[in-house]
């Protein structure tokens, strides 16, 4: 089974601190993607990466950053965190080498920034 | 701009009856269909996925794609109670990309 794993499940931060989100996969996938969900819009990409050190920004990027230093690793970096981030956070990958894989989701990083 | 469309819900189904999902999306170069479902407080978890037109079936779930009409259905046979959830529909023109995510449907399985 597919394995990816968000260091947090709840985290709570202040407002213009730097936060790291961190999301690990066990499965030598290509491709790995942020999402946040938050309730009346759904999901919504933030960022994806297609390869170590590639990023692509997704539908909604701003005030985000990404890292992709290794293949297994994504971060997300909120680098000064706003209350209008407090969302939960979904980290997903999926393999690119046969055809379109569907993507496996970790638990969830649910973030408040108070 | 890219737009999958669900009916919110909630729909009520009555245990043992059939659940049918719809969903539509804008657009028309979108490869990869995914239905996921997603319990309150959980992830999204993979349930079915299709990429030619006509059906899957996958035990109990069978999706359903129509691309001409820009249309996915998810048919539940025998729901269940642990049916119960937040259903999403997610669209891709496959490769590197992402998902575009419906809503989602909150359905309910009365016993």
């Known amino acids: 089974d597919v394995k990816v794993t968000q260091s947090s499940r709840y985290l709570v931060k202040r407002t213009g601190e730097k936060v790291f989100l961190e999301c690990v996969q066990d499965?030598?996938?290509?491709?790995m993607f942020w999402y946040r969900q938050d309730p009346g819009l759904g999901l919504r990409l933030i960022y994806f990466?297609?390869?170590?050190?590639?990023?692509e920004k997704g539908d909604i990027p701003e005030g985000y950053s990404v890292s992709r230093e290794k293949k297994e690793r994504f971060s997300l970096i909120l680098e000064s965190a706003s209350t209008n981030q407090t969302s939960m956070y979904l980290c997903a990958s999926r393999r690119t080498d046969r055809g379109n894989q569907p993507q496996h989701f970790g638990d969830g990083t649910r973030l408040s920034i108070l | 701009q890219k737009e999958v469309e669900q009916n919110s819900g909630p729909l009520s189904v009555p245990e043992g009856a059939i659940a049918s999902l719809n969903c539509t999306y804008s657009d028309r170069g979108s490869q990869s269909f995914f239905w996921y479902r997603q319990y309150s407080g959980k992830s999204p978890e993979l349930i079915m996925f299709?990429?030619?037109?006509g059906d899957k079936e996958d035990g109990r779930f069978t999706a359903q794609l129509n691309k001409a009409s820009q249309y996915v259905s998810l048919l539940i046979r025998d729901s269940q109670p642990s049916d119960s959830a937040t259903y999403l529909c997610a669209v891709t023109r496959g490769g590197a990309d992402g998902l575009t995510f419906g809503k989602g449907t909150h359905l309910i399985i009365q016993p």
């Open positions: 990466s297609y390869d170590v050190k590639m990023k």
């Open positions: 299709i990429y030619s037109n």
């Open positions: 499965m030598d996938h290509e491709n």
